[in-house]
């Protein structure tokens, strides 16, 4: 005998009778809603006595989940539920000062490495553009 009623499955799944006493868990993503904002619901096979429920992990909703706090690595995006990194924000010609969040001027443009030598043994000098990077 089939009972006319649906049933509560966990995660939000709702089971509806329908012909023959076959049961069909979803019609649509809604069906499937687990109330969790960091998944993606998705219905497979949706209407049919296959069909079933299929939870997919979002690492973001929005750009605010994905912001690291750091300036100098770039705007992080929430794209389709992951983080993307954007490039640094500084043009050529500027280094970036994380502790300002501002991009800054490269001072001393130089020929030689010999003109960008800032008397410390603990970085080289990369001629052009008087970066010291730290060896």
């Keep these: 005998m089939l009972i006319a009623a649906s049933l509560s499955l ?12 076959q049961e069909v868990t979803c019609r649509n993503n809604l069906d ?3 109330n969790n904002e960091y998944t993606k619901d998705i219905c497979l096979d949706a209407g049919t006595v296959n069909s079933s429920c299929k939870y997919q992990n979002v690492l973001c909703n929005t750009d605010k989940d994905c ?9 992080e995006r929430c794209v ?5 990194d954007q490039p640094n924000p500084c043009d050529i010609g500027e280094t970036c000062n994380e502790i300002s969040d501002i991009c ?4 001393g ?7 960008c030598d ?7 000098p990369h001629t052009k553009s008087c970066l ?3 060896i």
């Design 118 to 124: 800032d008397q410390n043994s603990l970085t080289t």
């Design 80 to 84: 389709d539920g992951n983080c993307q």
């Design 104 to 107: 800054e001027p490269i001072r």
């Design 132 to 134: 010291f990077i730290k």
């Design 67 to 75: 912001d690291d706090g750091f300036y100098c690595d770039g705007i």
């Design 10 to 21: 966990p995660y939000g799944c709702k089971v509806s009778p329908i012909l023959e006493g």
């Design 32 to 34: 499937c809603d687990d």
């Design 109 to 115: 443009f130089c020929n030689t490495d010999k003109d």
